[in-house]
C-alpha cells in the first residue's frame, strides 16, 4: 500500500484520462444512473480528486443539479487505499464546500453493499428504496384521456414546459433540470405529451433494450393529477412497444411513492425483487 497522505483539489478536464482508468480497472465505484456518463460532470463544481504521489487517487462528483439536489455521481478509489480514507477526505472537502453555498439534500442510491458502511458512518440516513417492476405481456388498459386533451409525440421545442410539468409533480429532491431532460429526449425512443390548449399536462420518456422500453421518466402537472393522465401515457407505451415486436417495459419507482405504484401495478406490472435503497444527507 502507498502512503497515506492524500491532498484534494477540485476536478479538471485534464483529469479525465486518469479518472477513466479509475472507473475501469477499479472495482470499487459507484456511478449514478445519470443522463450523463460520469465524467461529463469534470469542469463543474463540486467534483473532486484525491492524489497521492502525484497520482490521482479517488474521485468524489456531488454537483447540484437541480439547484436543491445534489446527487453523488461518481465515488472511484483506488485498491491501493482503504474506500474509508478516501471517502472521509472527498466527503469532508465536498460538505464544507456545499455548506457556504446553499441549503441542499445530497442524495445518493447506494447500488452497491460496499458503500452503505461508509454513508451510515458520515450521518446519511436512509430515505427509501428505489423499487424496479416489469410488465410481461399482460393485458393493458387502452390509452384513454379526457375529451378536450391530446396525446402526441414530444418534439424540442416542448422541452422547456417538459421541464416545467417535471418541476410541478416532484419536490426539489427528484426533479430533473431543463439540462437532463434534453439529454433524456436525445436518447429516447419513446417521447410523448398530453396536453390541452393551455399547454402540457403531463410527459413521458422512455429508451429501448433489446427485449423491450424502460419508461425513464413519468410526470404528470399537480393540478392535472387524479385524471388517468399517466395511466394513458402507460398504455400508449405498451402499444408502442408491442407495435416493435418486443413484450417487456420496465419502470424505477420510490418504494413510498403509492400514487406511482398503484397506477404501475394496475397496468400489469409487477415487482422484479430488485431494490436500491436512497441515502439523503441534509446540508445547512
Known amino acids: 500500500m502507498i502512503g497515506l497522505d ?88 465536498a460538505k464544507y464546500a456545499l455548506a457556504n453555498r446553499e441549503r441542499l439534500e445530497v442524495g445518493i442510491i447506494a447500488q452497491q453493499p460496499w458503500i452503505r458502511s461508509l454513508l451510515h458512518d458520515s450521518a446519511f440516513e436512509l430515505s427509501q428504496t428505489i423499487v424496479l417492476l416489469e410488465w410481461l405481456g399482460r393485458p393493458a388498459l387502452l390509452p384513454e384521456i379526457p375529451a378536450g386533451l391530446r396525446l402526441r409525440a414530444m418534439s424540442e421545442t416542448d422541452l422547456p414546459a417538459v421541464a416545467g410539468v417535471d418541476a410541478s409533480a416532484f419536490v426539489p429532491f427528484w426533479r430533473v433540470s431543463l439540462d437532463s431532460v434534453r439529454r433524456a429526449f436525445a436518447l429516447s425512443t419513446h417521447a410523448t405529451v398530453i396536453e390541452s390548449d393551455t399547454g402540457l399536462l403531463a410527459y413521458q420518456l422512455s429508451t429501448g433494450h433489446p427485449f423491450g422500453t424502460h419508461l425513464a421518466r413519468l410526470a404528470v402537472r399537480k393540478e392535472a393529477q387524479r385524471q388517468r393522465l399517466g395511466t394513458a401515457l402507460v398504455a400508449d407505451l405498451i402499444r408502442h412497444t408491442r407495435q416493435r415486436g418486443l413484450a417487456r417495459v420496465s419502470v424505477n419507482t420510490q418504494s413510498d411513492n403509492r400514487a406511482s405504484l398503484a397506477l404501475y401495478q394496475e397496468m400489469g406490472f409487477r415487482r422484479t425483487g430488485e431494490e436500491f435503497p436512497v441515502y439523503r444527507y441534509s446540508v445547512t
Do not use: K, M, Y
Open 6 to 93: 492524500l491532498q484534494v483539489r477540485p476536478a479538471q478536464p485534464a483529469d479525465h484520462q486518469a479518472l477513466s482508468s479509475l472507473i475501469f480497472f477499479e472495482t470499487h465505484a459507484h456511478r449514478h444512473l445519470d443522463w450523463r456518463a460520469p465524467l461529463e460532470w469534470l469542469g463543474s463544481p463540486d467534483f473532486w480528486v484525491a492524489e497521492g504521489n502525484g497520482r490521482a487517487l479517488a474521485a468524489l462528483a456531488c454537483p447540484a443539479d437541480p439547484p436543491g439536489a445534489a446527487w453523488i455521481r461518481l465515488f472511484i478509489h483506488s485498491g491501493t487505499i482503504p474506500a474509508r480514507l478516501a471517502w472521509t477526505q472527498l466527503w469532508e472537502t
